[in-house]
């Protein structure tokens, strides 16, 4: 009978998981690196949340189980991974399934060495002697292991003026790690496109489905539902914000608890996750099939920004055009809307404009929703945009429902739209176009035409 410990293991090839790491040890020079896997995390009393791999983890290791550590030491030629995992266990694994254990750790995933987890102490102590520092992040998240390791650097500010070696400094392994990951190898792109296409698939069903009467929570059931149907390695890569009428001003709305009603918009926010890489999909559609005369007025200023901004999208162009794009539609908007009166320039030089668009337009996506990268360099000036980052856009208008002093037929229209945009070498390429922007179009999906 096969064992069922071979079939945990790596999502993507071992050479791409190998190659991560070589980059990653050549940029941290005489460093050792320690990185603990994901947290476990309780929902209430001893009923857990779904476990996810940590982030970094993943991207350096492939390892999907918890209660891992990976020792990164590119001192040693023969030893440059070496994992600390939960050991084979016939009676916990019959309750909570197959681990691979250390000799699947060695096979399958890689390390060089590896070790049952409670011989980490044994072991972290030699590993970091030969660095000149631990490159470890610190959190706050990963237990006792961050006391451990700090006490271990404090031991070696005290032995190092005798003996002459030993790591005493810690550096963030961010620091290295985030600017590899903003910019996505093609496996990582080929996931993202399958993201992408998953959350349209769910976008388009909502669009069908929500009509006046039905519950916020059971369009979001229906998003969980697609995403999850389509593949073990599939869900939600965070929990859906769906907001009818007034709900969609509130821009992290997560009650999903009113019913929708008659002229309503609906605001979805919404994407899925796929092997670890995500999506995040916005659309904004009427309830009862066709927009009235304003909200389509504003569904429109909002359209036509999100098309501005994705047009400031291409190699060498700065990452914050694309919110400044984006922004000069929505301001010159708000004052043929008769939401703000003067010139636009001196409306965005006021920040005056921030009552009713009150975010950044995009970030970065990949494996985390709001993914890692920097924004801004150590001079403060934008990041300049490069082949293989992916960015979401995702410019809206939120007129509060209680604004008694704007046009009343707009009081309490909330609307968001939202793409995800690869730089590719000669522009862009919108990842997300499986489910429709056009007003029409989203009309005639709503009607089910
Ligand atoms: N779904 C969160 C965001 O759009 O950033
Ligand atoms: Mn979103
Ligand atoms: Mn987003």
Request: net charge negative.
């Amino acid at each position: 009978m096969s064992d069922p410990a071979a079939a945990v293991r790596p999502s993507l090839s071992a050479d791409t998981y190998r190659h991560r790491r070589e980059r990653f040890l050549a940029a941290i020079g005489e460093g050792v690196a320690v990185l603990p896997a994901g947290p476990e995390l309780l929902k209430s009393r001893d009923t857990e949340i779904p476990y996810r791999q940590g982030s970094d983890f993943h991207y350096l290791t492939g390892f999907p189980e918890p209660g891992a550590v990976a020792v990164l030491t590119p001192h040693d030629a023969e030893h440059r991974l070496t994992l600390f995992v939960r050991p084979r266990d016939p009676e916990r694994e019959v309750w909570n399934g197959a681990r691979a254990g250390v000799e699947g750790a060695r096979e399958r995933f890689g390390a060089d060495a590896a070790y049952p987890i409670e011989q980490l102490d044994e072991h972290l102590k030699k590993l970091l002697e030969p660095a000149d520092a631990v490159w470890f992040s610190l959190t706050g998240l990963a237990g006792d292991l961050e006391m451990r390791v700090l006490r271990l650097v404090a031991g070696f500010r005290g032995t190092r003026p005798r003996a002459g070696k030993g790591p005493v400094d810690v550096r963030d392994p961010g620091s290295v790690l985030d600017a590899m990951r903003l910019v996505k190898e093609p496996e990582e792109i080929a996931l993202m496109r399958t993201a992408a296409d998953l959350a349209a698939r769910g976008h388009l069903a909502v669009m069908r489905a929500g009509r006046p009467g039905v519950g916020e929570w059971e369009l979001q059931a229906l998003l969980d539902h697609t995403y999850r149907s389509a593949g073990a390695e599939c869900g939600t890569a965070f929990p859906a914000i769906v907001g009818s009428g007034a709900n969609a001003t509130t821009l992290h709305y997560h009650a999903n608890s009113r019913r929708i009603e008659e002229g309503d918009l609906v605001l979805v926010d919404s994407g899925a996750e796929v092997g670890m890489y995500c999506s995040d999909i916005t659309r904004t559609f009427p309830a009862s099939g066709r927009f009235s005369a304003p909200q389509r007025r504003v569904y429109d200023i909002v359209r036509a920004s999100l098309d501005a901004a994705i047009g400031a999208i291409h190699p060498g162009a700065p990452f914050s055009g694309v919110h400044e794009a984006a922004r000069r539609v929505l301001v010159q908007g708000m004052v043929d809307l008769g939401l703000l009166t003067g010139e636009v320039d001196a409306l965005i030089e006021s920040e005056a404009f921030k009552r009713f668009y009150m975010h950044q337009t995009s970030h970065w996506l990949g494996m985390d929703v709001h993914d890692v990268g920097m924004y801004r360099d150590s001079a403060g000036e934008s990041v300049d945009l490069q082949p293989g980052m992916v960015l979401t856009v995702e410019p809206g208008l939120y007129i509060p429902a209680d604004a008694d002093d704007v046009p009343e037929e707009l009081r309490g229209i909330g609307i968001r739209l939202e793409d995800d945009v690869l730089v590719t070498v000669d522009g862009n390429e919108i990842l997300t176009r499986g489910v429709p922007l056009d007003a029409d179009e989203v009309e005639r999906i709503c009607l089910g035409e």
